[in-house]
C-alpha cells in the first residue's frame, strides 16, 4: 500500500513538472514588401532573419511552438490593413512585424491596437510612430527618422556644413525625415537655404540638382529612400556637385542602395545605421548563417533584418515569461519591463512610447581601394550612444507619456 | 540678367533666366529617353497593331544586358551600345515568332494582356536572381567630367545622350519614312496580302520590325544604366509616361513620337523648378487635355 501511494506521489509530481513546461503556441506574421522597392532591405531577408530567431529560440525553450506566415503588403496601405486585419481575426496571429513603408505601419499600428494585437516595427521610419501615433500595442525597433536626422544631420553641420538644401520625397517618410533635419540643422547654428519635394519614385533629379547646385548650400540633404536616393546620388556625381565643393548628405542609406550605387559612386557618403554586417564578429557569424538561410550568398543583411531577429527573440522571451499569455498590451507591457539582449543590439531597453533604445552608428562609404572583400561598404566614423541616439521621451508628443 | 516669373495663380516663383536655359537643356536631354522609348511603340503599334506593354522591361533588359556584358565578359558601355540591343532584339523575335503572330487577328486587348504579362515575368525572373536594391554601373571614362556653359555645367555624358538619341531618332524616321524599305513597311501595314503579291516576305518584315522596336528600348536602356538606377522597376516606373507620351503624339505616329518625346521632356523640367509636386502628373495633365481637344492624338491621323 504504501508502495502505490508513493508511486502515486512520484506521478503527482512528474504531472506536476509537465504541466509547469506546458507547451506555448505562438504565431508570428512577417508583413513585409516582398515584390518591389523595398523587397531587398526587408521581404524575403526578413523571414530568414525571422526564421533564425525562432530557432535559436527553439534551442533554449523547445515547449514553445512558433508558427511563422508572411505577406506582401504591396506598399499599400490598404492591402496592409487587409492582410494585418485577417492576420488577427482569422488566422489567429499573436505579432506582426517589419513592414517597411510608413504609410502601412501606421496603418498596422491602429489595426494591432484596435484589436488588443503587437506590432514591432523595424522595416519603416516615421518618427511618429512614437511620437503622436504612439499606443500601447507598438514596438518601433531598429531606427527612425529623428535618430536619422540626429546621427547624420548633427555629423555634418558640426563639421562645417551649415547651409542645407533638401531634397525631400513628397510623402509621409520625406516630409518627416525633412522636418526632424531641418530641427537638428538650426538647433546646431545651421541655416536651410531651400527645399524641393520631388514626387515618389523619380527617375531623373538632373533638374533638383541644378537647383540644389545654384542655391550654393553646403549640405544637400537627400530626405528620400530607395531608387529615389541612389538616383539622386549617382545623378549628383555626373553633375560634379561633389567636386564642385558641396557635400551630399544621405539621410537614410542601406548597405544595399551602397552596392546598388558601387563605391567609386558612393565614397565618402556619410550615413546613420543601428547595425552594420561587418561591424564585429557576432554580427559577421550570424550573416553567414543568414545568407545560408536566405539561400543568398552574394546578399548582405540591413539593420532591418536585424531588428527582425532582435525583436522576435525579445517577443518570445516575454511570452515564456508570462506562460503563454498573448494578450497584446500585456506582452508589450513586459517587453518593455524586461531589459533587451541579444547578440546584434547588445543590451537595451524599451522606452514607455514603444521605442527601443540602442546605440546609433555614423559610418563614411570606403574608397574602392580600401574596400577588401564584398560588402566591405563602411569606415565607423562615430558612436552615438543608446541615450543620445533616439528622441528625448519628453519630446515626442506620445499620449501613453503625457497621460 | 532677368528673372522669369510664374503669373500669380501659378504660385508666382521666379527664377533667372540663365537657370531657365539651363532647365530648357536638362528638360531637352530627358525628353530624349521619351523619344527613344515612344518612338520604339510607335514603330511597333504602327507596323503590327500591337500595344507593346513589355517595353518598359525590354528596356530595363537593355540596362541588365549591359551591366551582364561588363560584369561577365568585360565589355565595355560602347560594345554593350551595340551587343545589348541586338541581343534583346533577338528575344524580341523570338517573342514575336512564337507568341505574338498568333494575336494579329484579333483585338488589340490581347496583344496588351500578353505584352503585360511577359513584362511581369521578366520583371520578376530579374528581381529573384538580382533583387530589387539595383546593380552599378558608371559613366565611361570617355564622358566622365562636364563643361561650364556659363549658365549650367552640363556632364559630357548628357551631351552624349541627346546627341545619340537624336540621331537614332532622326535615322528611324528617315528610313521609315523616306527609303523603299520603309515603303515598303508602311505598305505592308495598309494591305499586306498586296503587297505579298508583289513577293515580299510580309511575316518576316513584322518579325524583324518588332525585333527593332524592342532594339530601341534596349538601345535606350543601355544608354540609362549609367544615369539611373539599374534595377528591374526601372523599366515599369518609366513606361506609363512614355505610353502617355505616344498617346499625346498619336499613336503609331514617327514624327509625333519624337518630337512630343522631346517636347513633353522640356515641359516636365519647367514643371521641376516651378512646381515640382506636380512633375509626374503633368504629362497625364495634358494627355487628359489633348485626347479631349484631339482624340487621335496631336500628330495623329483619325483611323
Known amino acids: ?403 | 540678367m532677368f528673372e522669369i516669373c510664374l503669373p500669380v495663380i501659378l504660385g508666382g516663383k521666379c527664377i533667372p533666366s540663365t537657370a531657365l536655359f539651363g532647365q530648357l537643356l536638362i528638360g531637352l536631354i530627358n525628353g530624349s529617353f521619351y523619344a527613344l522609348l515612344s518612338l520604339g511603340l510607335a514603330v511597333i503599334f504602327g507596323m503590327l497593331n500591337i500595344i507593346n506593354f513589355s517595353h518598359g522591361a525590354q528596356y530595363m533588359m537593355g540596362a541588365f544586358a549591359a551591366y551582364l556584358l561588363l560584369q561577365f565578359s568585360g565589355m565595355n558601355y560602347w560594345v554593350a551600345l551595340i551587343v545589348a540591343p541586338i541581343l534583346v532584339g533577338v528575344t524580341g523575335v523570338l517573342i514575336e515568332r512564337l507568341l505574338l503572330q498568333w494575336l494579329y487577328k484579333l483585338d488589340h486587348l490581347y496583344g496588351l494582356l500578353l505584352t503585360f504579362g511577359l513584362a511581369l515575368i521578366i520583371e520578376g525572373v530579374a528581381r529573384h536572381y538580382f533583387g530589387s536594391a539595383g546593380l552599378p554601373y558608371t559613366v565611361p571614362e570617355s564622358l566622365q567630367g562636364g563643361r561650364n556653359l556659363g549658365f549650367m555645367f552640363l556632364p559630357n555624358y548628357r551631351a552624349w545622350v541627346i546627341v545619340a538619341s537624336a540621331t537614332v531618332c532622326f535615322a528611324t524616321w528617315f528610313v521609315i519614312e523616306r527609303t523603299r524599305l520603309g515603303a515598303y513597311l508602311r505598305a505592308a501595314t495598309e494591305n499586306p496580302a498586296l503587297v505579298r503579291a508583289f513577293g515580299i516576305n510580309v511575316p518576316r518584315m513584322i518579325t524583324l520590325t518588332y525585333g527593332f522596336g524592342v532594339a530601341l528600348a534596349a538601345f535606350a536602356g543601355v544608354m540609362a544604366a549609367p544615369i539611373y538606377n539599374v534595377s528591374p522597376q526601372m523599366g515599369s516606373e518609366l513606361i506609363i509616361v512614355v505610353f502617355a507620351v505616344v498617346v499625346i503624339g498619336g499613336m503609331g505616329s514617327i514624327l509625333g513620337a519624337i518630337l512630343t518625346g522631346f517636347g513633353l521632356g522640356v515641359v516636365e523640367g519647367l514643371t521641376k523648378v516651378f512646381f515640382p509636386e506636380a512633375s509626374n502628373t503633368v504629362i497625364f495633365v495634358i494627355m487628359a487635355i489633348v485626347l479631349l481637344v484631339r482624340p487621335a492624338g496631336l500628330f495623329g491621323r483619325r483611323a
Not at chain 1, 523547445?62 to 505577406?71: D, R, T
Not at chain 1, 496571429?93 to 517589419?98: K, L, P, R
Not at chain 1, 547624420?152 to 522636418?179: I, N, P, Q, R, S
Not at chain 1, 543601428?274 to 552574394?298: H, I, L, S
Request: aromatic content about 8%.
Open chain 1, 1 to 403: 500500500m504504501k508502495k502505490v501511494l508513493g508511486m502515486a506521489a512520484l506521478a503527482a509530481v512528474l504531472g506536476c513538472g509537465v504541466a509547469n513546461a506546458q507547451q506555448i503556441d505562438v504565431k508570428i506574421g512577417v508583413l513585409s514588401d516582398m515584390s518591389s522597392l523595398y523587397a531587398d532591405i526587408g521581404g524575403p531577408g526578413s523571414v530568414a532573419a525571422a526564421k533564425l530567431a525562432i530557432a535559436d529560440f527553439a534551442k533554449t525553450n523547445p515547449n514553445v511552438k512558433v508558427e511563422l506566415i508572411s505577406g506582401d503588403h504591396q506598399n499599400k496601405p490598404d492591402v496592409g490593413s487587409q492582410i494585418a486585419n485577417q492576420w488577427f481575426d482569422v488566422d489567429k496571429v499573436d505579432m506582426i512585424i517589419d513592414t517597411p513603408n510608413s504609410g502601412v505601419a501606421l496603418a498596422v499600428s491602429q489595426i494591432a491596437s484596435q484589436k488588443n494585437k503587437l506590432f514591432i516595427v523595424s522595416g519603416a521610419a516615421a518618427s511618429t510612430l512614437t511620437g503622436e501615433k504612439c499606443n500601447a500595442n507598438t514596438i518601433h525597433w531598429t531606427y527612425d527618422t529623428w535618430m536619422l536626422a540626429n546621427g547624420t544631420g548633427k555629423a555634418m553641420v558640426k563639421t562645417g556644413g551649415d547651409t542645407w538644401f533638401f531634397l525631400t520625397a513628397d510623402y509621409a517618410f520625406g516630409h518627416a525625415l525633412e522636418t526632424d533635419t531641418i530641427a537638428v540643422v538650426e538647433k546646431n547654428g545651421g541655416k536651410v537655404l531651400g527645399k524641393v519635394r520631388h514626387p515618389l519614385n523619380t527617375n531623373d533629379f538632373s533638374s533638383f540638382l541644378l537647383q540644389a547646385q545654384s542655391s550654393k548650400a553646403k549640405v544637400i540633404g537627400l530626405a528620400n529612400a530607395g531608387g529615389d536616393t541612389i538616383n539622386s546620388i549617382k545623378q549628383a556625381a555626373e553633375f560634379g556637385i561633389v567636386k564642385g565643393g558641396q557635400s551630399l548628405a544621405g539621410l537614410l542609406v542601406f548597405a544595399s542602395d551602397v552596392n546598388a550605387l558601387g563605391l567609386a559612386t558612393a565614397q565618402g557618403l556619410a550615413l546613420t545605421e543601428t547595425w552594420y554586417w561587418d561591424q564585429n564578429d557576432a554580427n559577421r557569424a550570424w550573416t553567414k548563417r543568414w545568407q545560408a538561410e536566405r539561400n543568398a550568398p552574394g546578399k548582405f543583411p540591413t539593420m532591418i533584418h536585424a531588428g527582425v531577429y532582435s525583436g522576435i527573440l525579445h517577443y518570445l522571451k516575454a511570452r515564456a515569461a508570462m506562460g503563454g499569455s498573448p494578450d497584446g498590451k500585456a506582452v508589450t507591457a513586459k517587453m518593455k519591463e524586461m531589459p533587451t539582449d541579444d547578440p546584434l543590439f547588445g543590451k537595451g531597453s524599451i522606452r514607455a512610447d514603444g521605442r527601443k533604445i540602442h546605440p546609433a552608428y555614423l559610418y563614411e562609404v570606403k574608397k574602392p581601394a580600401d574596400s577588401k572583400y564584398p560588402g566591405d561598404f563602411y569606415n565607423v566614423r562615430a558612436t552615438i550612444p543608446a541615450n543620445e541616439a533616439f528622441r528625448p521621451l519628453s519630446e515626442g508628443k506620445c499620449p501613453l507619456v503625457s497621460g
